[in-house]
């Protein structure tokens, strides 16, 4: 990590004690943000950072904007520079997280999306595991906050202003005791983690919840059902889950960028399976980490190379 950090602000790289926005703003003031979080790899070995999906993840802030009235100011080809620039800029060789963020930046009191100009930012932090817990596996609850629906704030954009929702089941279970929330709809269907996707193996069958239980459309999620598929010959399903096949499944485990494939072997003060990491998730995982860090060839198209060398083999996006 360079001395000096720097973030991209108002349309260039500044010193990041210079990335500063009016109390007006806002973006504070109602929660019209979009973002994305995107990690960085670094591999020792190879000298290398590698940044995963990162297009995918710039591709999904388009569509957040979309949704929030947020004019893109860049496209994704100029986005994926700039992170790449930044990381560099800002000479990170432990794993970090690279988070922008467009949002709506008028200083007017009154909530309009329109005749209300945009903005974009972007800074990077060292990040290691999001759960400590590890190998160990999650203790986890269902909360009592349900997930916002498609018609109040969509989950399926990263608003910040949906995050207070977020705040609400995390910090609850944290409180309680425990690492972490399973979220429900409304309908009483599992949406998803509090800030992660989730998967639940019984009798032999992967399965997820569906877009339209307001979860995130998580870029680890279709990672995971891509190589699961691939690789693993395990084809996931989408279908509505209850609550109650929480507590009979095999093994239950969240996804996400911050997540990474994390086992839960607890839910409700009931465990899972044997109560310890089971196989399907153990195989997701180990295979999660080695593409991420570059170690399968085939999934070198994930991965953008950030000091990448003349020659490198990984380096299309
Ligand atoms: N759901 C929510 C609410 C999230 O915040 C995240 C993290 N971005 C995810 C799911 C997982 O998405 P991804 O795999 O794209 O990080």
Redesign the pocket.
């Known amino acids: 990590m360079a001395d000096k950090q720097f973030a991209f602000f108002e349309g260039k790289f500044v010193d990041i004690n210079d990335a500063k926005i009016s109390i007006k703003t806002h973006v504070i003031q109602y929660g019209t943000g979009v973002f994305e ?1 995107i990690r960085g790899y670094w591999n020792e070995k190879e000298g290398e950072m590698y940044l995963f999906r990162l297009r995918e993840h710039f591709e999904r802030m388009i569509d957040s904007m979309k949704i929030m009235r947020i004019e893109p100011l860049h496209t994704v080809d100029e986005m994926c520079d700039m992170a790449v620039e930044l990381v560099k800029m800002n000479g990170d060789k432990t794993d970090v997280y690279v988070r922008p963020l467009a949002y709506k930046n008028s200083t007017a009191i009154g909530p309009g999306l329109h005749n209300n100009p945009s903005e974009f930012c972007m800074y990077t932090v060292p990040f290691g595991a999001y759960f400590k817990s590890g190998d160990e596996g999650l203790r986890v609850m269902v909360s009592s906050w349900r997930r916002i629906e498609d018609n109040a704030i969509p ?1 399926r954009a ?1 608003v910040t202003g949906a995050y207070a929702n ?1 705040a609400q089941s995390k910090t609850d279970a944290v409180l309680y005791g425990f690492d972490d929330a399973i979220v429900l709809s409304e309908d009483g269907h599992i949406s ?1 983690g509090s ?3 989730i998967f639940l193996v019984k009798n032999g069958e992967l399965m997820t919840t569906l877009p339209s239980d307001n ?2 459309v ?4 279709g990672s995971v059902m891509e190589f699961a598929k691939e690789e693993l010959g395990i084809v996931a399903t989408k279908r509505k889950i209850d609550r109650t096949e929480l507590y009979s499944a095999d093994e239950i485990f969240f ?4 997540a990474e494939v994390t086992p839960v072997v607890e839910v409700d003060k009931r465990p899972i399976g044997t109560g310890k990491m089971g196989p399907t998730c153990k195989a997701i995982k180990d295979l999660y980490y080695k593409i991420t860090h570059g170690e399968v060839e085939k999934y070198h198209k994930w991965l953008t190379p950030v000091y990448a060398k003349k020659g490198s083999k990984i380096g299309a996006r």
Not at 255 to 258: F, M, N, S, V, Y
């Open positions: 979080g989950a990263k977020t998803e800030a992660m996707n979860i995130l998580g870029i680890t999620l996804c996400g960028t911050g």
